[in-house]
């Protein structure tokens, strides 16, 4: 560490104080502390959003003239619909604070049954921000060029900041006005409101999973 | 308190800051005198954006009274992200 531990550990405490009283609000998002040990922070998201399912339904338009055999080929219409008692799986991430807030926190996302990194390919969702313009971004990447694994690309996040294409935001110009809860909310905006499940059932048999924000499945 | 006036609480980083709010005036005008209360006045309140507890965000030139806000309702201030995604 490159911060005082003392100085370090208040404002952990200090962070950690302020998370807590925003009890009500995270239980609300399904945002739930696992555990928290200086410097760490173990957190657990549950998804709420139901799964949406988009099949494609092939309508057959009856034609006199056309034997029964023989019908008029007709147009290709999506049938969708929620599937209430399913939604994405639940998450855990580490916040860890080690030298907040000379740094800004890090985000690793983890299974929360086992506290094991969770893989881009096979385990994760696909996280979204919407700037002010509407325009989506996928923020949840794959492969940091320093930490070798997934990681969330907001400002005020320790991987953005480290990251070399954004070398000329720095975190000291936003220090003073982010913190534990502000982190925690992003990730839930991010990964949770804005990355609604749909399952798109193909024409010809394939099955995709697409992420969308909230509002436009 | 006034009748056309409410209390929101916005919390900014984790705080809870209680503001009086004019129904009808601009939501904007709570989040500025919010921001100068908890001495977050380093960066220009247009960079800070306001949600409601769904996230969905609010437009700061809308009307606490347009917006429906009632006595107590708590509202997010956040800087407004920069996203390096794809």
Redesign the interface.
Known sequence: MRVDQLVCRSKFDQ?LE??R??DA?LK??GVFIYADSFPVVDVVFVPRHTLNIHIPVIEQTPNPIHTPVDPKPAGLKILSSSVIVLSARAFGTRILLEDFDQLPPSVEFLDPWTWKPLKYDTDLFRAK?V??NGKV?????PNHPIRKRPFL????IRE?HE?P??SG?DWML?R???????TI??I??TCV??AVPNLVFQPKGKIQVQWTP?GQS | MPENKILIIF??????VPVEVNLNAPIKTGRNKALELSN?T??PPEEWEIHN???QPLDPEAKAGELGLKERD?L?L?????????
């Not at chain 1, 971004?137 to 990447?141: A, D």
């Not at chain 1, 003073?176 to 502000?182: A, D, I």
């Not at chain 2, 956040?78 to 794809?86: E, I, S």
Request: charged share 25%; with cysteine; aromatic share 12%.
């Open positions: 962070e302020r998370l009283s925003q609000t609300k998002w921000h700037d002010a971004w996928e923020v949840l990447l690309c907001m400002r005020g953005y990251h294409q954004h935001d936003y003073k006005h982010s913190g534990l809860f502000s909310q992003m839930w905006k409101k804005d909230a | 919390i900014v980083n984790g705080v809870d977050n380093g960066r507890d769904a996230g708590r997010f956040n800087l407004k992200v920069g996203a390096g995604g794809a």
